[in-house]
């Protein structure tokens, strides 16, 4: 029999999947073109959800449900709040976009969303192999659907069919390190693979080929390198909504799931997924930064800076054991937790603007259609710098800390290699900074040219939520301590279980 609180561990995901199933059939019977009942349901529906998952993270408690298959825990509960609120966002500034270009004929964007994040959920309060890979398969479908909605359009047909082909190798990669994994060990929970592996009485040999796969597996969903391949093409080719989507929430599943496969599965193996994620890191970016400089489409240009950012939050889970000493442990994966969830935050406003910008019939995505746009607009002009200055990691803009939080985290080892990627992210990070100023070049010194010099115009809710974006991106940039602590006591508290 199933107790009390095995459903109270997973009642947000439970109301979640509920209304996605509820507003899949009610939206048969809307039919306003611009799905606004469905919009506003979606919104209100999320918005519980967000308001649920935030009071379980305020609680402080972790709660185990359905033999230890789930967990509710403070850095899960944030995660996905944070997703949760993502997305609401993103629905936010996709309606526009969505409604010019036929992709709200039904409601799949919203059941989609949903379903998406329901797999985001599912993946995050995982504390079982099986259960992480079903919340992950959950959302790479939907995903792939949601790709493929502008179904008159070749390129983003392209675009989820090479998602579909290269995603399928991943899960494929990943399954097979986790069956390595079992076979090693016996479980599929990991609590009890943890405790297997601390035992030092399993074949090291076999626990490191299944870690590798693992590894890999996890590589593709943050888009690192070597496995970034799909990463540029998916963002261009994708509706603009749907590549915030991928772009945004989803990252913050990536990042829960290498927690809970990582370390809370592998703790004990530290040494050597560290150094795979070294490699992983330094590849991500030297190749996003330096292929970013070539992009002339900012959305092209934002995929390689993401594996490039990707790179940094790799950064701060390799550096978070030193030789067996896990006292670093948690500066580390706190630091590397706020770089995820800030990076998401100023993803959000700068696709949030490429989506403002654009129209129907015309896709505001090269740098060049951004020319002038302080004259057409200064808000817009002004929350897109913020953006782009937070990219690039310029006080006192939140990205600045965040790679400040991750780097000192790096360095406090004492060893010279940390500190020699730590000097080589810096150098890096420089590069980066000059396609970033690049975009606000040509938005506040060249003249409006050709299509882009019309006025900018954006419905109260998208200019609303823009603003806030934007503000927040400065704010936390000026306040970090309390995003900083509440990150540091969900993963001290995560380390303590």
């Known amino acids: 029999m199933i107790d009390k609180l095995s459903w109270i561990s997973v009642y947000p995901e439970i109301i979640l999947a509920l209304m996605a199933c509820v507003l899949t059939l009610a939206d ?40 230890n298959m789930v967990v509710s825990d403070p850095m899960g509960n944030w995660l996905a709040c944070f997703a949760t609120l993502a997305v609401m966002v993103t629905l936010v500034y996709g309606r526009p976009y969505a409604a010019e270009r ?31 890979y079903l919340g992950l398969e959950l959302l790479t479908l939907s995903s792939y659907a949601l790709v493929a909605l502008r179904r008159d359009d070749a390129t983003a047909t392209e675009a989820a069919m090479k998602y579909f082909v290269l995603g399928a190798m991943a899960s494929g990669f990943l399954l097979y390190g986790l069956s390595m994994i079992y076979g090693a060990t016996g479980s599929l929970d990991i609590t009890a693979v943890f405790k297997a592996i601390n035992s030092g009485q399993i074949n090291h040999q076999v626990l490191i080929f299944g870690l590798v796969f693992v590894v890999a597996g996890l590589a593709f969903k943050l888009g690192a390198v070597p496995f970034h391949m799909w990463i540029p093409d998916v963002y261009q080719g994708a509706p603009t909504a749907v590549t915030l989507l991928i772009g945004g929430a989803t990252k913050l599943a990536a990042f829960a799931i290498c927690i809970r496969l990582l ?18 890191s ?8 330096l292929a970013a400089v070539a992009q002339t489409n900012l959305k092209r240009m934002l995929a390689y800076s993401t594996i490039s ?58 740098i060049t259609d951004f020319a002038g746009l302080n004259e057409r607009s200064p808000l817009y002009a002004g929350v897109m710098a913020v953006c782009l200055f937070s990219l690039a990691g310029i006080p006192p803009m939140v990205g ?35 396609y970033y100023l690049r975009v606000v070049k040509v938005m506040y010194f060249d003249k409006p040219k050709g299509s882009n010099d019309g006025v900018v115009s954006a419905p109260l809710d998208v200019r609303a939520v823009l603003s806030l974006n934007g503000g927040l991106l400065l ?23």
């Open 28 to 67: 048969l019977g809307f039919k306003s073109p611009r799905r606004t009942s469905t919009y506003l349901l979606t919104l209100l529906t999320l918005a519980v959800v967000a308001a649920l998952q935030a009071l379980d993270a305020s609680a402080g408690a972790t709660v185990y449900g359905f033999g």
């Open 102 to 132: 036929g992709m709200l004929r039904g409601g799949e964007l919203f059941s989609l969303s949903m379903f998406a994040l329901l797999g985001i959920s599912i993946m995050i309060s995982g504390n079982n192999f099986l259960v992480i």
């Open 263 to 280: 370390v809370e599965a592998m703790l004990p193996l530290a040494i050597d997924w560290q150094q795979m994620l070294m490699l992983l």
């Open 282 to 289: 330094i590849g991500s970016l030297f190749i996003g930064n």
């Open 309 to 366: 950012h990707m790179g940094f939050v790799l950064v701060g889970l390799m550096s978070g054991v030193v030789g067996g000493d896990v006292h670093y442990a948690a500066n580390a994966y706190s630091s590397a937790m706020f770089y995820a969830i800030t990076y998401v935050l100023t993803t959000l406003g700068s696709f949030g603007v490429i989506m403002l910008l654009s129209r129907d019939g015309f896709e505001s995505e090269e």
């Open 400 to 434: 600045f800390y965040a790679k400040l939080a991750v780097l000192q985290a790096l360095v406090a080892s004492g060893r010279g290699v940390d500190i020699g990627l730590a000097v080589f992210a810096v150098m890096m990070s420089l590069i980066g900074a000059f």
């Open 475 to 497: 704010l936390l940039g000026l306040l970090p301590g309390g995003l900083m602590a509440l990150c540091a006591n969900a993963i001290v508290q995560m380390l303590g279980t």
